[in-house]
Nanobody, 119 residues
């Protein structure tokens, strides 16, 4: 079981930047695909960015060019650098770890961190 703890959320004005971090403990961090999701009030949770164990990345169209996901396997940490923030980026951001072991999928979530972007 992987435990995930996010940090770095807060209140920022439109156009500003925030950096979210997620520290993982338990299990083997390096074999996980790590991702950031977000959920705004009244909306479904959506994938924001994902990084595989090999370092390949993918982003939702809404954040492409503004957000950057990275991982530090030595520190069991995944980060999300968010630049040029917009009010529509306001949401609770969740860290996600997923892996497949012997054909079985394991998925873990963090508790979430609030990001609020004021106009």
């Amino acid at each position: 079981q992987v435990q995930l703890v996010e940090s770095g959320g807060g209140l920022v004005q439109a156009g500003g930047s925030l950096r979210l971090s997620c520290v993982a403990s338990g299990g083997s961090f390096t074999i996980n695909t790590m991702a950031w999701y977000r959920q705004a009030p009244g909306k479904q949770r959506e994938m924001v960015a994902v990084i595989t164990s090999g370092g390949s990345t993918n982003y939702s169209d809404s954040v492409k060019g503004r957000f950057t996901i990275s991982r530090d396997n030595a520190k069991s940490t995944v980060s999300l650098q968010m630049n040029s923030l917009k009010p529509e980026d306001t949401a609770v951001y969740y860290c996600n770890a997923a892996k497949v072991v012997l054909g079985r999928q394991y998925v873990n979530w963090g508790q979430g961190t609030q990001v609020t972007v004021s106009s």
